[in-house]
């Protein structure tokens, strides 16, 4: 067989490695939305966007103020490849705290945030000929971090007759010899979802008989409305080949710092560390320094931010399930809330750009997430309630026009 042809740079000629095709993709039609309000935003037209999550909160002073006096002190060199010491133990005992899970400071590995954390974690799981499963509706870059170890993405739907949850027997299907890995989400972007301890009894069930790992993406993990998270590191049969990936990003509010961990088991964390090493070389000392002090103790700035949240996703889905047409579970963690609109007839893609034309609203259509999305839309919390309420008012006077 031939090898594949390598593709060519349009205006040079110049030929790439075949990989980066494998992170690129179309770019579905369903992000152009956000594309779209951002331009009209910088117009200065009158838009609300509600298509993505980065929590509108400043970082607690407190953690500012330990950067820059880290900074001033001189901690502006090269440091520990996989992270200093004193923040590999505090994200142990986080860990902990948090889940239960006993984490070895050794088994950490610090990295610029949990996107960083999923890719390197996954380029040290599978590669070509391999198959990473993930539910779907996923998160968007899911699909590109597996493609971009060589290996296949499988996706296992969460539909919306089961609340989007996962089905025992659509897992089992999905799983073949070449599955090397699950990676997920919980509490899961885009739906809002908390997985279940019968959910992690299935998924323990297959990774135990076929020596799959499971990639927890747990970047929600403190932003819960009820329950809190169950950690997957904790469940039987998963204690000893589950990575759990996480970041200060969302729980701090601190997405700009890049600060976030792998959290592996047996021999990962050293395959971690020399892939660091020769991908990036350590984080900034400062920040670390920083996030050891964000680690340290609670901060008053995050409970306000937890309760806020709290009281937006409250808000948006009374409002929501007051509309004709439309519908939502409430989202028991994380920063998004599925609008159902299935009643209206109208697909989600078609449906979010009729409703951007009609009132400047943009929440992202739910098959930009994967099939099982179709008929929702994905609305962030991440904007102060007032904008909240005055964007379910244009949802509801264009649903009203249906
Ligand atoms: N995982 C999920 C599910 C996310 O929603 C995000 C951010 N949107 C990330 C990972 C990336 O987080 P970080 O800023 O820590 O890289």
Redesign the pocket.
């Given at each position: 067989m031939s090898p594949p042809l390598r593709p060519i740079d349009a205006k040079t000629g110049m030929p790439y490695a075949h990989r980066v095709t494998w992170v690129g993709g179309e770019g579905s039609r369903a992000w152009r939305i956000h594309d779209l309000a951002s331009e009209a935003i910088a117009e200065g037209q009158d838009v609300i966007d509600l298509t993505?999550?980065?929590p509108d909160f400043d970082t607690p002073t407190a953690i500012v103020d330990a950067a820059v006096t880290s900074m001033r002190a001189g901690r502006t060199h090269y440091t520990d490849m996989a992270g200093i010491p004193p923040l590999r133990e505090a994200i142990a005992e986080r860990q902990q705290r948090l889940t239960g899970q006993v984490v070895d400071p050794d088994d950490v590995v610090v990295v610029?945030?949990?996107?960083?954390?999923?890719f390197s974690t996954l380029q040290c799981l599978a590669g070509p000929g391999d198959e990473v499963v993930m539910l779907e509706p996923t998160?968007?870059?899911?699909e590109a971090l597996v493609g971009a170890s060589g290996a296949r993405a499988v996706n296992v739907p969460l539909s919306p007759e089961r609340g989007f949850h996962i089905d025992p027997a659509d897992l089992a299907a999905a799983i073949t010899p070449r599955t090397r890995a699950i990676l997920m989400?919980f509490p899961?972007?885009p739906t809002g979802v908390m997985i279940t301890k019968d959910e992690l009894a299935a998924i323990a069930e297959v990774c135990h008989q076929r020596d799959i790992w499971l990639v927890s993406?747990e970047?929600?993990g403190s932003l819960t409305y009820g329950e809190r998270h169950h950690s997957p590191a904790t469940t039987p049969g998963l204690e000893d080949r589950t990575v759990v990936?996480?970041?200060?990003?969302?729980s701090h509010a601190?997405?700009g710092w890049?600060?976030?961990w792998a959290i592996g088991q047996g021999e990962l964390a050293s395959h971690l560390y020399n892939l660091l090493l020769c991908q990036l070389y350590g984080c900034p000392p400062f920040i670390q320094d920083a996030a050891v002090i964000a680690l340290s103790r609670e901060y008053e700035e995050i409970d306000v931010m937890r309760a806020e949240f709290a009281a937006r996703r409250t808000l948006v889905a009374e409002r929501v399930n007051d509309m004709p047409l439309a519908a939502c579970l409430p989202p028991e963690g994380?920063m998004f809330l599925m609008i159902d609109i299935r009643a209206t007839g109208l697909g989600s893609v078609d449906f979010a750009f009729r409703l951007f034309e009609a009132e400047g609203l943009a929440l992202m259509p739910g098959v930009g997430f994967g099939p099982s999305g179709e008929g929702h839309l994905r609305l962030s919390l991440s904007s102060p309630r007032a904008v909240l309420e005055d964007a379910c008012a244009r949802l509801a006077r264009f649903l009203g026009t249906l």
């Open positions: 993505i999550g980065d610029p945030g949990a996107q960083c954390g999923l998160y968007a870059t899911y989400n899961h972007n993406d970047v929600y990936v996480d970041s200060l990003s969302k601190m997405t890049r600060l976030g994380g």
